[in-house]
């Protein structure tokens, strides 16, 4: 069984920094993309970064590009999401995402939020 | 950058069939995916590649895709069927993932 397990994320301040986490388990995590995806209280969901398997390629949204950098250990099965320079606009749940074929995303971790306030 | 708009919700009847467009600059020529997300659960694949389905997802839940507009077709609305819908597309121009606006189902 797939699961995809997030951690690391808590309430931090403007200006801080945090690490999100995501324990793959239950399919070979170095042969797919990954993804993070996040969601505001109340809002849409919004894609955040993806890398590739062997981390060759990377690619950010515009409103993350500079601050997170994403990252992936295929010996420990886990995905990361360094956050830095930590805006009240990036307060979201996020979400780690499976990358299938044609960019779907087939599987998804329950989330884990990040609240930023003083 | 690439945009993807959903109406932000849709009413239907139980038994009846619910629609939910989702409109892009030329839509038609991407591959585009579906997703449903209840309350306080993660996003669900519901239809992948304009119009198939994962293994699991009833096939109730059905795609097209075609010039401008996607649209997602949910045929003999459920109450389970109440939730948020988003379509999302891979957009080579920027080398991003996007995400419709989302749409609320609602069963009257």
């Known amino acids: 069984e797939v699961q995809l397990v997030e951690s690391g994320g808590g309430l931090v301040k403007p200006g801080g920094s945090l690490r999100l986490s995501c324990a793959a388990s239950?399919?070979?995590?170095?042969?797919?993309?990954m993804n993070w995806v996040r969601q505001a209280p109340g809002k849409g969901l919004e894609w955040v970064s993806s890398i590739s398997s062997s981390s060759s390629y990377i690619y950010y949204a515009d409103s993350v590009k500079g601050r997170f950098t994403i990252s992936r250990d295929n010996a420990k099965n886990s995905l990361y999401l360094q956050m830095n320079s930590l805006r009240a606009e990036d307060t979201a749940v996020y979400y780690c995402?499976?990358?299938?074929?044609?960019?779907?995303?087939?599987?998804w971790g329950q989330g884990t939020l990040v609240t930023v306030s003083s | 950058s690439y945009v993807l708009t959903q109406p932000p919700s849709v009413s239907v009847a139980p038994g009846q069939t619910a629609r939910i467009t989702c409109g892009g600059n030329?839509?038609?020529?991407?591959?585009v995916h579906w997703y449903q997300q209840k309350p306080g659960q993660a996003p669900v694949l519901v239809v992948y590649?304009?119009?198939d389905r994962p293994s699991g997802i009833p096939e109730r839940f059905s795609g097209s895709n075609s010039g401008n507009t996607a649209t997602l077709t949910i045929s003999r609305v459920e109450a389970g069927d109440e939730a948020d819908y988003y379509c999302q597309v891979w957009d080579s121009s920027s080398d991003q993932n996007v995400f419709g606006t989302g749409t609320k189902v609602t069963v009257l």
């Open positions: 590649d304009d119009s």
């Open positions: 239950g399919f070979t995590f170095s042969s797919y993309s």
């Open positions: 030329n839509i038609g020529s991407k591959s």
């Open positions: 995402a499976r990358d299938f074929a044609a960019r779907r995303l087939d599987y």
